[in-house]
């Protein structure tokens, strides 16, 4: 049969919509001609617009997949960054608050504390430590003029950081002693000298009244007599 009407066929035989006489002379046909096989062959290949737009959606999704992974990769830099930075501000932190920032002492820093007045008027206070001391001892003034005899120490009660001058380790009890005369104090000095701040702070002398501690031992005598006025750490 003629491959131009075998040709108009094939569109029909290859949907199956054709007679089964039509179908039968298009598979005699087919069977003997190649140039119609190859036609019948072509209607199964996707169309160039539907390759290309394939190609074209193929391209489009790993575009979509790099750009997701970069997205991804910097959330990743710009989180492990901030982790970083906050580590570093934290380290910072903690080491500024341990060998820069210092508290007072309060009462729940000592073991003990006492003091007296020596027969010579001189007052000497002594206070066993319990807890890791910044070496800084010294007056500082309240609102009324007052002066206050305070030791300080690191808000964390650590040591680390510290030089060897600079700290008291409170493995075995540290002792820190004071011995001052109050008459050394010119008339422009305060009205009151204590030991400590606020609440806990104790009276040792007044303009007014003198000494406001008891007065030394013997033992206490003979112990402070060698001492010179100051501080010492012990």
């Avoid at 094939?10 to 087919?30: I, K, M, Q």
């Avoid at 700290?167 to 009205?191: H, I, N, Q, Y």
């Avoid at 002398?205 to 001492?227: I, L, N, R």
Wanted: glycine content about 8%; some cysteine.
């Amino acid at each position: 049969m003629n491959c131009d009407i075998i040709r108009d066929l094939l569109p029909l035989y290859h949907d199956g919509v054709c007679s089964e006489e039509s179908r039968r002379l298009a598979e005699e046909h087919l069977a003997g001609c190649a140039a119609c096989r190859q036609v019948l062959a072509d209607m199964d290949a996707p169309l160039p617009e539907a390759e290309e737009q394939r190609t074209g959606n193929d391209a489009a999704v790993v575009e979509r997949i790099a750009r997701e992974w970069r997205r991804l990769w910097r959330r990743a830099l710009l989180t492990g960054a901030a982790v970083v930075l906050a580590l570093c501000l934290g380290g910072f932190g903690f080491w500024y608050s341990v060998t820069q920032c210092t508290v007072h002492m309060d009462s729940g820093d000592y073991a003990y504390l006492s003091a007296c007045v020596l027969k010579s008027g001189e007052i000497c206070v002594e206070a066993g430590l319990n807890r890791a001391c910044r070496n800084c001892m010294y007056y500082e003034t309240d609102e009324s003029g007052a002066w206050h005899l305070c030791i300080l120490r690191p808000p964390l009660r650590l040591n680390i950081f510290l030089g060897a001058a600079e700290k008291m380790f409170p493995f075995d009890l540290v002792t820190a002693r004071w011995k001052f005369d109050p008459r050394d104090f010119s008339s422009g000095e305060p009205e009151d000298v204590y030991f400590g701040v606020g609440e806990d702070a104790i009276l040792l002398w007044s303009k007014e009244s003198g000494c406001a501690v008891p007065a030394a031992t013997e033992a206490q005598e003979a112990f402070w007599s060698g001492w010179s006025p100051g501080r010492v750490l012990g």
